[in-house]
């Protein structure tokens, strides 16, 4: 257990400083679009407690060098503001907010991962538009015990849904479709996410820079067929 902690660590210290450089410190090299600035700062202006940026040194509390972590942000009144979406895309309007829970100290781990893509209403501007995902490691023995990804209605059904309203498509299924990822532990299934958002590129720039988690990232290179160049 202690390196899939380790490698919690090294994944997402990186990702808080990115955070930091991108929505609050605002430094150009991330190029948020006009759009996505406007939602995270009318989202941070809430001073809403469980919508709190996570530091590194949270992260660094969170998965010291133990041999067990029970970890969850919503507990902890913290999210993660992932790095903005490609500029040119369609979808750069959104900002991506990502949420954890995970308990890292039995046999076999078990870690749930939240992540909205939010942004203002065009004609409201005090109103959130968002669609949602979760992923998630196998439940047991149902028809999800595998690693998998499904759609969600609301990041948290009781701070998100109660005290910020999104609006999401109520009438998306939660529970099918459930979509298969290349994964086979907590630390391959959070590097699925990069890929999910910001491609195969991106995934492997970060992972260059991280070098101890290659082991992870060769195990996802294998199953998605892709070689290392």
Known sequence: MLKII??????????CTIQKSAWIDKEKKWEPSKCALETYKFVS??????LQPVKPEDIKSFFSSSDTANV??????????????????????????????????RNQSIAKFRVMLVTLDENDKTKLNGIGFRM???????????HHAQLIHQF????????LQIKCLSWLPESQPSFPLPADCPVTLLLCIMITLY????YKDFCDRIPTIHQYRNKIDSRMGMEQS
């Open 6 to 15: 380790t490698a919690f660590n090294q994944i997402l210290t990186p990702l």
């Open 45 to 50: 202006q809430l001073q809403l407690p469980f």
């Open 72 to 105: 969850n942000f919503f507990k902890e009144n913290k999210v993660l503001y992932l790095p903005p979406l490609k500029r040119d895309a369609d979808d750069a309007e959104f900002v991506p907010i990502f949420s954890l829970s995970c308990n890292l100290n």
């Open 136 to 146: 998630e490691t196998p439940d047991g023995t149902g028809i999800h015990d595998f």
């Open 156 to 163: 948290s059904p009781k701070q998100f849904g109660n005290i």
């Open 199 to 202: 491609g195969w590129k991106y």
